[in-house]
């Protein structure tokens, strides 16, 4: 009886409270970086980002050429996540979490770029493309095992410029 009650926590008990321990620490960081990013983001409400090849030409300044900048991360998920990810995946549907790890992954990135250009003096980026990638992901197998950490990478770049 002893034996059975020690397997029980030990196959049963251990895994659920390690997989909750990593779902609360794992929802605190997120929460925290989507709160800096969400700071971040409202500091820079005026500056002017667009997917347009160029920039208008009365708009540009002719203080300053034109500059490529650039900005890149790489987030990674939670163990908590992966095991939801694996759940999910056996099962199918869309897996909300790395939806939303993507979406991090690009909003950082952003902020990076902004920051970037920013510190060179521009108020404006035109021609602004994404380039994400799936590190370890569903293409990717870690030793033999499926259930490998997922990491999100993306690149952003564009053309910053002063407006005039």
Not at 49 to 66: D, G, I
Not at 95 to 123: H, P, V
């Amino acid at each position: 009886m002893e034996t059975g009650i020690l397997l029980l926590g030990l196959y049963v008990l251990l895994p659920a409270v390690l997989l909750g321990g990593q779902f609360l620490l794992g929802s605190y960081v997120e929460r925290a970086h989507l709160r800096s990013l969400e700071e971040r983001e409202s500091a820079r409400r005026s500056f002017l980002l667009t997917a347009m090849k160029a920039p208008p030409r009365q708009t540009v300044s002719t203080e300053r050429p034109p500059m490529l900048v650039s900005g890149e991360v790489v987030v990674s998920s939670d163990y908590f996540k992966s095991w939801v990810f694996g759940f999910t995946n056996f099962f199918g549907g869309e897996s909300k979490t790395f939806t939303r790890l993507f979406d991090r992954a690009r909003r950082e990135a952003t902020q990076r770029m902004i920051e970037q250009a920013q510190m060179m003096g521009y108020d404006a980026i035109c021609n602004v493309r994404y380039e994400s990638a799936d590190i370890a992901g569903n293409a990717a197998t870690n030793g033999g095992r499926k259930n490998a950490m997922k990491i999100a990478a993306c690149t952003v770049s564009g053309t910053a410029y002063v407006r005039a």
